[in-house]
């Protein structure tokens, strides 16, 4: 139970280290997940002091392992302030100032226009691939078409040689016939 109350703050966060938006790393800032460390040792100190032990040895592993993973927690920490800054910035530019206007610039004709350009050329760019894969598909299934054909003119081919074959051994085999008869 005391071990339980000591480690549970820690067991709770540690469930919303799923990745992206929901990791420890996008809802904590880098100074509160630095004294959630803090308070994590402390509570490993205690949990072992509590059931009687040295707790010295399992500090130095847990140091050991936070210096291990010091290259981990700075790629984190850089993609913490990307990504935070970029979203403060975007922010900045969509609230509202306290007086109740906009805080971006008004858009201007030229800045619809531009945005409705990049847009149609979006929206002209996959419409391009979607043809041109659609272009692929059709010229696939054109072959697939035209060998299948192919081969059947060429199995109709032989068909027809080989029923010449037959026909032409069977006129021979009936003359034959006809010439020992007579």
């Given at each position: 139970g005391r071990f339980r109350r000591c480690l549970d703050p820690f067991r709770r966060s540690m469930q919303k280290s799923i990745g992206g938006r929901g990791s420890i790393y996008w809802c904590y800032s880098p100074s509160q997940l630095l004294e959630a460390w803090e308070n994590f040792q402390r509570a490993v100190t205690e949990t072992w002091e509590a059931s009687g032990l040295d707790s010295s040895?399992?500090?130095?592993?847990?140091?050991?392992?936070?210096?291990?993973?010091?290259?981990?927690?700075?790629?984190?920490?850089?993609?913490?302030?990307?990504?935070?800054?970029?979203?403060?910035?975007?922010?900045?530019?969509?609230?509202?100032?306290r007086n109740g206007t906009t805080t971006r610039r008004p858009r201007t004709a030229s800045d619809v226009l531009n945005r409705s350009l990049s847009e149609l050329k979006q929206v002209l760019a996959r419409w391009s691939c979607?043809?041109?894969?659609?272009?692929?598909?059709?010229?696939?299934?054109?072959?697939?078409?035209?060998?299948?054909?192919?081969?059947?003119?060429?199995?109709?081919?032989?068909?027809?040689?080989?029923?010449?074959?037959?026909?032409?051994?069977?006129?021979?085999?009936?003359?034959?016939a006809l010439r020992k008869r007579a």
């Open positions: 040895s399992m500090m130095r592993r847990l140091h050991a392992l936070y210096e291990a993973n010091a290259t981990v927690r700075d790629k984190s920490l850089q993609l913490w302030e990307t990504q935070h800054m970029s979203t403060q910035d975007r922010r900045r530019h969509q609230l509202l100032g979607a043809l041109q894969k659609n272009a692929e598909r059709l010229e696939t299934q054109r072959r697939k078409l035209l060998q299948q054909r192919k081969r059947q003119r060429e199995e109709q081919r032989r068909l027809e040689v080989r029923k010449q074959k037959e026909s032409q051994k069977a006129e021979r085999c009936r003359r034959e």
